[in-house]
């Protein structure tokens, strides 16, 4: 059953938290919040979700908050109509999706998971009824101009426009009470160029890798004498494969014959003849290369054991705006990162020295860098110290407190 708008006078704060997406971290993410929330006498918790994630989150419940913690499924069609195409119609869905359960649960604040999408509705001043409105803001783009180099295209001008001028009408909106921002950059940004920038507040990406010590069983992933350089999860094109194989074609022999590249993630169907050609090129140009493809979904004991196993994670991601839960996989395990050097990505790498940072776009590049590492050794593009730090700050129990306040 549903809490009663009447119970609203009094008892715990009241939190609904609306994703309407199964894939990437949800689930993970919002497991964090109800392990927080359960630890909160004075919050109640209600979770809106897709049908694939209900039973999930229903199992992650402890049995002493279940009257405080609530898990709510969609219904096929409100979730088909808040994932349709074109977005316009989808955002607006979200919106009144949000409206109405508030009023359902009696909620006091309304958190969407995701507030890009919500960006357009709330510049139009789409309220909840006198509720607040609250979620996390994934792909801001319109700063990096500040954090790094930028020679935006012209269709990377036209969407830096839209967000400005969403983003400053959405910030005016008094429905809208926080915007929590992936990008620690962000918020300095907001304060100084919008009104109700004072709203834009920084958030710890919670992606923390569950570090398994059963990894015993996982056999050797590299082959000894080599620099091992290791791309994981899925591999569609953004992430940036494709650009990898083709930097092996240029690196010299002698190089070559001292590297080894290990692929370990579900690859994308789109990406598959394409991937077949360059690694049949290789085996005919680069005959020294080690290089393998293991096209599966590993688990997180499995990746744990590669990422520790390896000397450099790959993370050459093709002008992806937002954050990497792989920086932090590597940082936490004391690789260093061969990343991009567009976006919050590369400014994390560079500011945490994390490793180094690319023109990711380019295999000549990528294949120079490569070289340098398998050259000088990874460690001396890596500070431990450094990289430590910055991954103790990235504690899922930060990113639910800092959600779940108000």
């Known amino acids: 059953m549903p809490w009663s708008p009447s119970d609203n006078s009094a008892g715990p704060r009241k939190v609904l ?54 898990i709510l499924a969609l219904t096929p069609r409100e979730r088909a109509r808040c994932v349709m195409k074109p977005f316009t119609m989808a955002a607006l869905a979200r919106w009144w999706t949000m409206r109405r359960y508030l009023e359902q649960t009696g909620a006091d604040q309304g958190f969407f998971l995701g507030l890009d999408f919500l960006a357009l509705p709330l510049a139009f001043g789409l309220g909840a009824g ?73 958030l710890p990406d919670p992606t923390h890798p569950r570090i398994e010590q059963r990894t015993n069983h996982v056999p050797a992933a590299f082959p000894a004498g080599r620099t ?64 393998r493809i293991d096209d599966r979904r590993l688990d997180s004991g499995e990746l744990a054991a590669l990422v520790r196993q390896s000397d450099v994670v790959l993370a050459p991601y093709q002008r992806f705006v937002g954050s990497s839960g792989v920086l932090l996989w590597a940082a936490l395990n004391g690789r260093p990162v061969l990343a991009q050097n567009y976006g919050l990505v590369g400014r994390l790498t560079r500011e945490h020295r994390l490793g180094l940072s690319v023109d990711a776009c380019a295999p000549a590049e990528v294949a120079r860098e490569m070289t340098r590492m398998v050259s000088d050794g990874p460690a001396r593009f890596f500070d431990p110290e450094s990289a430590e730090r910055f991954a103790s700050a990235q504690t899922p129990q930060r990113f639910a407190s800092l959600v779940l306040s108000v």
């Open 17 to 70: 938290v609306f994703e309407p997406d199964a894939e990437g971290h949800s689930q993970e993410w919002l497991e964090h919040l109800i392990v927080f929330a359960a630890e909160r006498a004075d919050l109640s918790l209600a979770v809106l979700v897709p049908q694939p994630l209900f039973e999930p989150l229903k199992r992650a419940v402890p049995l002493g908050a279940l009257g405080r913690i609530r």
């Open 130 to 202: 006198g509720k607040g409105l609250s979620g996390i803001l994934f792909r801001p783009s319109v700063h990096y101009g500040d954090i790094g180099p930028y020679a935006p295209s012209r269709g990377e001008r036209l969407r830096d426009l839209r967000k400005t001028i969403l983003y400053r009408a959405m910030l005016r909106n008094p429905a809208l009470e926080r915007v929590l921002s992936l990008d620690p950059f962000f918020p300095v940004h907001a304060r100084a160029h919008y009104r109700g920038g004072e709203k834009v507040a920084a």
């Open 228 to 291: 091992g350089f290791l791309l994981f999860g899925y591999l569609a094109e953004r992430k940036g494969p494709l650009v990898v194989l083709d930097a092996l074609r240029q690196l010299a022999p002698e190089i070559a014959a001292r590297t080894a590249v290990l692929f370990a993630g579900r690859v994308d169907p789109a990406l598959g003849s394409a991937i077949e050609e360059r690694r049949a090129a290789l085996e005919r140009e680069q005959p020294g290369l080690w290089l």
